[in-house]
Every structure is written in structure tokens, then in C-alpha cells.
């Protein structure tokens, strides 16, 4: 008899323990990535890192990226398109709020898209909003964008971190306090350490399976991986120290998630500043660059060589890295050509990822050789923005440039590499207002032609996307097809 009482004790122990793991089944996360976002406003700075934290989090826009890159309906449940291909009517969900309990509405639509397209925008992808000629608030979940060309893109458009619905009230504070949508809200923000997102109990979507979620910034390659070896973090997205990946592959307590990017990562180069307005002194720098070289010796052998900016999954992709094939001797000679049979001195500023920083020492190395000095200058990555991409102060620079399908900023002769081909414009004017596919992809395939015999930019590689997280987490997004860490769907495995 009392054999049959401890047993029973023994099993209702059991049961109330099981009771209390399911109760406290692990709902919060710590996701550590490489750069902090300079301020929190996706709608008014070129840096990758703030859609990295709040795109689908906590801001959502009209249409949105799915995790292979296909458009979706966000906020807008569907839509109707003229048949003249001008006028987009927007049918908004119902029942959708912001963070601060103010309903979203048509209004708030026109009043972002207004912003975004106004002469006085800070918006940095303008351009995306430029075809727009008016938008008009139907009734309370409806609003009519009409455009002033067809635009077989704009859907595609509206899905950019840049094209996020806010609300009126709360621009004066967006860059420190933003107020979304999304499934989560902004909790606080520690700077130089952590921001802090809560789950949207009224979220008007499919609710997350969080309920905290806690970005961390750890910027060196030797941090990162000493704080995901400790368990210190439950995911590194964009994981800075490739070398290390075969280790935490071996440990089980790990995985690892090695994905794709739209990342193109270039050797960008200022085609006003002189000697890089010279042609032939582009294709010189083009040709004393070893790929392979900065592939193995920056990113571990992780990485696609491209000889275009453009990303090799596309189906559209034409392989040009031939057009500029290592070959320091012909470098010279070009070099010689141009005037410059010594060679010339010019500036390197390196942004912070470990793929520019140390992509920059190989390639500082490479340029040596065939008599181009360069003075390294490594920044922040508010450095960065002001002196490489705002101030334009910059001979070369590495960077990857992770927007989706972004092969239209060289049609844009202010943005910072300052390329200013009349007839690469053109094309790409027509090419908004194609529908056909086969005349699109044709039309693309000489977009990155033009590019790559005008030598704009030394075409590096494109960036691969690793991840290393607990083996218990899931939902996360192997590739990256925009720049976003979606949180919405991650979940801990029991």
C-alpha cells in the first residue's frame, strides 16, 4: 500500500512538472546580428540595418516580400489594376491599428506615399515613388494610386522596407520610438546594445508565436561567435565569422542555415571624381582583382562571383565576370593608357561588416600591385552614410547592396557612385512600363551589359546569407530575399 502511494505521488510529480514545462515553454528570443541601426525610421535612411530589425516586425506596407521573395498582399488585402495599367485601387484589411491603438485607415496610406514622394523626401529609394502622380483616399479602406506611366513594378515597389505605412502623429519620434502595424511593437531601445520588441496582442493578422523578442549588436567576428558558442543568443543572422560555421555544423546544439541574398557585393567606385571618371582607369581596377582571392580570403569560400549587379539566381542573370577577368598585366596597360604609368593614390572607406573590412585589406593588396595606393579609412556605419553615400567623399568603397532587384539605382546619376549614362536611363525608363516577359528579360540582359562594359563598379561577389541558431528554434528565413530579420512565424520546437 504505501509502495502504490510514493508511486502515485511519483507520477502526480511528474504530471505537475510536465504541467509547469508546457507552461513555461520558452517564448522569447535573442536574435544578435552584426550592424545597429543608425535610428529606426525605414522611410528615411538608406541603412539596411533598421528594415533588418522592423520590416514585417513592426512596420508593414501595402504588398510585402514572402521569405522566397515572391510579392504578397500586406496591408492591402487585394487590389484591382486599370486596364490601361495606371490606376491601382487598394483594398486595406479591416480592423487594422497601429502600436498606439489609432486605426489605420486610407488616409494614413496617402499620407506615406505623399511623404515618401515629396520634393522634400528623405526617403533614400525616392525613386520608387517618382512614377506616382496622385493618390486619393476613396473611403476609410480604400485609396486609388494612379500613376503616370505603367509600371510593371510597382507592386513590387510597394513591397520595399521603404514604402511602410506611418501614421502622421508619430513622425516626430519614428526615429527613436516607431509606431507599426506589425505583429510586434517596439519596446525600448538600448543603444550600442540591444532594441527590445513585445508581442502586438491586437495585431490584426495571423498573431506571432512570441511574445519578446530582443535584437543584439555584436559587431566584431571574435564576439559573435564566443556569444553564440555560450548560448548568449539564440540566433546570428548574417553570421560575420564564416571560418567558424564548420564548427557550430558539428555541434549539435546548433544549426546552420547558409542562404542566398540579393547582396551584391561591389568594389564601388565615385565615377565623377577624377581619375574614375576615366573609363579605362575602371577597367584598370576591374582587372587587377582577384574574386576568388577576396571569396576565400574574406568570406571563407562562401560567396558567387558576379561581373554584374545583378544576382545570379535571377533567371534574367547573364554571367560577365569574364568581362572583367583578373589580369594585373592588362591593368597596367590600361593604367599606362590612361596616364597614369605609375599608378595614382585614392581613398578606401570600409563600412563595418567583416566583408568589407576584410574584403578591403585584399583588395587594398591587389590594387598595390599594379601601382594604386589606397588610404584605408575604416567607419561607423553613420560615418559611412554621411561621408561615402550622402557626401559622396569617397574614391572606392566596398558595400553590399542587399535591396531587391536594384539594378535601376545606375539609372540614377545623383546616387552616390554617380553614374550618368543617358542611354542605360532610357532603357530602364522603358523597361518600367514593359509587360512582356521576354521583351523584359531581353531588356535586362543588356541593362547588365551596359553596366559591366562601362566598368561602373568592381563586381565582387554575391553575398552569402549565414545563419547560425539554436537547433530547437524554427521558422527562421534561410535566404534573403529583402532586408529582414521576419520574426512573425519563429517559433521554439518542444
Given at each position: 500500500m504505501t509502495?502504490k502511494?510514493?508511486?502515485l505521488?511519483f507520477?502526480?510529480?511528474a504530471a505537475?512538472?510536465a504541467?509547469m514545462g508546457?507552461?513555461?515553454a520558452k517564448s522569447d528570443?535573442?536574435?544578435?546580428?552584426?550592424?545597429e541601426p543608425?535610428h529606426?525610421?525605414p522611410t528615411?535612411?538608406?541603412?539596411?540595418a533598421?528594415?533588418?530589425?522592423?520590416y514585417?516586425n513592426?512596420f508593414?506596407?501595402?504588398?510585402?516580400?514572402?521569405s522566397?521573395?515572391s510579392v504578397?498582399?500586406g496591408?492591402a488585402?487585394s487590389w484591382?489594376?486599370?486596364?490601361?495599367?495606371?490606376t491601382?485601387?487598394?483594398?486595406?484589411?479591416?480592423g487594422?491599428?497601429?502600436?498606439?491603438g489609432s486605426?489605420?485607415?486610407a488616409?494614413?496610406?496617402?499620407f506615406?506615399l505623399?511623404?515618401a514622394r515629396?520634393e522634400?523626401s528623405?526617403n533614400a529609394?525616392?525613386?520608387l515613388?517618382a512614377?506616382i502622380?496622385s493618390v486619393?483616399?476613396?473611403?476609410?479602406?480604400?485609396v486609388?494610386?494612379t500613376?503616370s506611366?505603367p509600371?510593371?513594378?510597382f507592386l513590387?515597389?510597394?513591397a520595399?522596407?521603404?514604402?511602410?505605412?506611418?501614421?502622421p502623429?508619430s513622425?516626430?519620434e519614428?526615429?527613436?520610438?516607431?509606431?507599426?502595424?506589425?505583429?510586434?511593437?517596439f519596446a525600448?531601445?538600448v543603444?550600442?546594445?540591444k532594441i527590445?520588441?513585445?508581442?502586438?496582442a491586437?495585431y490584426?493578422g495571423?498573431?506571432?508565436?512570441l511574445d519578446q523578442?530582443?535584437?543584439?549588436?555584436?559587431s566584431?567576428?571574435?564576439?559573435?561567435f564566443?556569444a553564440?558558442?555560450?548560448e548568449?543568443?539564440?540566433?546570428?543572422?548574417?553570421f560575420?565569422?564564416p571560418?567558424?560555421?564548420p564548427?557550430?555544423?558539428?555541434?549539435p546544439?546548433?544549426?546552420?542555415?547558409?542562404?542566398?541574398?540579393?547582396?551584391e557585393t561591389?568594389?564601388?567606385t565615385n565615377?565623377?571624381?577624377?581619375?574614375?571618371?576615366?573609363?579605362k582607369?575602371?577597367?584598370?581596377?576591374?582587372?587587377?582583382i582577384d574574386?576568388?582571392?577576396?571569396?576565400?580570403?574574406?568570406?571563407?569560400?562562401?560567396g558567387?562571383p558576379?561581373?554584374?549587379?545583378?544576382?545570379?539566381?535571377?533567371p534574367?542573370?547573364v554571367?560577365?565576370?569574364g568581362?572583367s577577368?583578373?589580369?594585373p598585366?592588362?591593368s597596367k596597360?590600361?593604367?599606362?593608357?590612361?596616364g597614369f604609368?605609375d599608378?595614382?593614390?585614392?581613398?578606401?572607406?570600409?563600412?563595418?561588416?567583416s566583408y568589407a573590412r576584410?574584403?578591403?585589406?585584399?583588395?587594398?593588396?591587389?590594387?598595390?600591385a599594379?601601382g594604386?595606393?589606397?588610404e584605408?579609412s575604416?567607419l561607423?556605419?553613420a560615418q559611412?552614410?554621411?561621408?561615402?553615400f550622402?557626401?559622396?567623399?569617397?574614391?572606392?568603397?566596398?558595400?553590399s547592396?542587399t535591396?531587391p532587384?536594384?539594378?535601376g539605382?545606375y539609372?540614377?546619376?545623383d546616387y552616390?557612385f554617380?553614374?550618368?549614362n543617358a542611354?542605360?536611363q532610357k532603357?530602364m525608363a522603358?523597361l518600367?512600363?514593359t509587360?512582356e516577359?521576354?521583351?523584359?528579360?531581353?531588356?535586362?540582359?543588356?541593362?547588365q551589359?551596359?553596366i559591366s562594359?562601362d566598368?561602373?563598379?568592381?563586381?565582387?561577389?554575391?553575398?552569402a546569407f549565414?545563419t547560425?541558431?539554436n537547433a530547437k528554434?524554427k521558422g527562421?528565413?534561410k535566404d534573403?530575399?529583402t532586408?529582414?530579420t521576419d520574426?512573425t512565424?519563429v517559433y521554439?520546437e518542444?
Amino acid at each position: 500500500m504505501t509502495f502504490k502511494v510514493l508511486k502515485l505521488g511519483f507520477l502526480s510529480a511528474a504530471a505537475l512538472s510536465a504541467s509547469m514545462g508546457m507552461a513555461l515553454a520558452k517564448s522569447d528570443i535573442v536574435v544578435a546580428m552584426q550592424l545597429e541601426p543608425p535610428h529606426l525610421d525605414p522611410t528615411s535612411a538608406a541603412a539596411g540595418a533598421i528594415d533588418s530589425v522592423l520590416y514585417s516586425n513592426v512596420f508593414e506596407g501595402l504588398t510585402r516580400f514572402a521569405s522566397d521573395g515572391s510579392v504578397i498582399p500586406g496591408l492591402a488585402a487585394s487590389w484591382d489594376i486599370s486596364e490601361d495599367g495606371k490606376t491601382y485601387t487598394f483594398h486595406l484589411h479591416d480592423g487594422v491599428k497601429f502600436h498606439d491603438g489609432s486605426t489605420m485607415d486610407a488616409a494614413d496610406v496617402k499620407f506615406s506615399l505623399d511623404r515618401a514622394r515629396a520634393e522634400d523626401s528623405a526617403n533614400a529609394q525616392k525613386a520608387l515613388f517618382a512614377g506616382i502622380e496622385s493618390v486619393e483616399v476613396v473611403d476609410p479602406a480604400t485609396v486609388k494610386v494612379t500613376l503616370s506611366a505603367p509600371n510593371g513594378s510597382f507592386l513590387f515597389n510597394m513591397a520595399w522596407g521603404d514604402a511602410v505605412i506611418v501614421a502622421p502623429e508619430s513622425i516626430g519620434e519614428i526615429k527613436t520610438t516607431p509606431v507599426g502595424t506589425g505583429a510586434f511593437k517596439f519596446a525600448d531601445w538600448v543603444q550600442g546594445d540591444k532594441i527590445d520588441l513585445e508581442k502586438n496582442a491586437d495585431y490584426w493578422g495571423t498573431p506571432a508565436k512570441l511574445d519578446q523578442v530582443t535584437f543584439k549588436f555584436i559587431s566584431d567576428p571574435t564576439a559573435a561567435f564566443a556569444a553564440v558558442m555560450a548560448e548568449d543568443v539564440d540566433a546570428f543572422v548574417g553570421f560575420p565569422a564564416p571560418e567558424n560555421l564548420p564548427q557550430f555544423e558539428a555541434d549539435p546544439r546548433f544549426q546552420v542555415l547558409v542562404g542566398s541574398t540579393e547582396g551584391e557585393t561591389i568594389l564601388s567606385t565615385n565615377n565623377k571624381m577624377p581619375p574614375f571618371d576615366n573609363v579605362k582607369v575602371r577597367e584598370a581596377v576591374a582587372h587587377a582583382i582577384d574574386r576568388q582571392a577576396i571569396i576565400d580570403g574574406a568570406m571563407f569560400g562562401y560567396g558567387t562571383p558576379i561581373g554584374t549587379h545583378f544576382a545570379p539566381h535571377n533567371p534574367d542573370y547573364v554571367d560577365l565576370t569574364g568581362m572583367s577577368a583578373y589580369d594585373p598585366e592588362l591593368s597596367k596597360k590600361l593604367l599606362a593608357e590612361a596616364g597614369f604609368p605609375d599608378g595614382f593614390k585614392t581613398t578606401l572607406k570600409l563600412p563595418p561588416p567583416s566583408y568589407a573590412r576584410r574584403g578591403g585589406e585584399i583588395i587594398a593588396a591587389q590594387l598595390r600591385a599594379v601601382g594604386i595606393e589606397t588610404e584605408i579609412s575604416n567607419l561607423e556605419w553613420a560615418q559611412w552614410l554621411e561621408q561615402v553615400f550622402k557626401g559622396k567623399d569617397f574614391g572606392l568603397t566596398i558595400v553590399s547592396h542587399t535591396e531587391p532587384f536594384d539594378i535601376g539605382i545606375y539609372a540614377r546619376p545623383d546616387y552616390y557612385f554617380q553614374y550618368d549614362n543617358a542611354d542605360f536611363q532610357k532603357l530602364m525608363a522603358d523597361l518600367s512600363v514593359t509587360s512582356e516577359p521576354a521583351k523584359r528579360s531581353e531588356m535586362l540582359k543588356q541593362a547588365q551589359e551596359i553596366i559591366s562594359k562601362d566598368y561602373v563598379n568592381g563586381y565582387l561577389f554575391e553575398l552569402a546569407f549565414p545563419t547560425v541558431a539554436n537547433a530547437k528554434v524554427k521558422g527562421l528565413w534561410k535566404d534573403a530575399p529583402t532586408q529582414a530579420t521576419d520574426l512573425t512565424a519563429v517559433y521554439w520546437e518542444d
